[in-house]
T-cell receptor
Framework: DAGVTQSPTHLIKTRGQQVTLRCSPK?????VSWYQQALGQGPQFIFQ???????QRGNFPDRFSGHQFPNYSSELNVNALLLGDSALYLC?????????????????FGEGSWLTVV | DQQVKQNSPSLSVQEGRISILNCDYT??????FLWYKKYPAEGPTFLIS?????DKNEDGRFTVFLNKSAKHLSLHIVPSQPGDSAVYFC????????????FGSGTQLTVLP
């Protein structure tokens, strides 16, 4: 059973460029969340996709956008890259958000995509 | 404004002894708490969780305690093993937040043989 897979694992981009990161959720999961983890910090929530729509969004500018496909996989796009966007980008998958009752299912993370902006 | 805080960036413990990792939160809306372990070059791995209706949850060597009045939780690892050496993240989720997690900055645990 494949877990959460992310690609690419590492990439280097230049300031001002655009980047697309990809995520395939764990089998049986239909919800994908993206997190940014800067060096020495904990992951920060960017946004969450369910049923091909953005359901929740953290405190990130519009330069960060995403998409979810019918097969539940997802992409994270970052435009006009800044040096401060250098970070590990983590994808997390889970089952449908539900009503917000007690979290019965755990959330599984991929290994992440290391983005360096130079 | 950090809503979840892990004030100890690092902790060293002798093998076989107890490791205690602490976490504080400020948002009263948080009702579910999780601990994740992260090795270098890997994604965070779920370890244990606790609902706000409980004050303790145990899973093998790992126990999480929740003190709602103090807005404090702790992870106890007994006995500690060298393989437990990793970064531990505390995370919290609020009712209705659709599993959006707010993480602390992590504690690097080193278990010395």
């Amino acid at each position: 059973d494949a877990g959460v897979t992310q690609s690419p694992t590492h990439l280097i981009k230049t300031r001002g460029q655009q980047v697309t990161l990809r995520c395939s959720p764990k089998s049986g999961h239909d919800t994908v969340s993206w997190y940014q983890q800067a060096l020495g910090q904990g992951p920060q929530f960017i946004f969450q996709y369910y049923e091909e729509e953005e359901r929740q969004r953290g405190n990130f500018p519009d330069r960060f956008s995403g998409h979810q496909f019918p097969n539940y996989s997802s992409e994270l796009n970052v435009n006009a890259l800044l040096l401060g966007d250098s970070a590990l980008y983590l994808c997390a998958s889970s089952s449908s958000p539900g009503t917000g009752a007690v979290l019965g299912n755990t959330i599984y993370f991929g290994e992440g995509s290391w983005l360096t902006v130079v | 404004d950090q809503q979840v805080k892990q004030n100890s960036p690092s902790l060293s413990v002798q093998e076989g002894r107890i490791s205690i990792l602490n976490c504080d939160y400020t948002n009263s809306m948080f009702d579910y708490f999780l601990w994740y372990k992260k090795y270098p070059a890997e994604g965070p791995t779920f370890l244990i969780s606790i609902s706000s209706i409980k004050d303790k949850n145990e899973d093998g060597r790992f126990t999480v305690f929740l003190n709602k009045s103090a807005k404090h939780l702790s992870l106890h690892i007994v006995p500690s093993q060298p393989g437990d050496s990793a970064v531990y993240f505390c995370a919290a989720s609020a009712y209705g937040s659709a599993r959006q997690l707010t993480f602390g900055s992590g504690t690097q645990l080193t278990v010395l043989p």
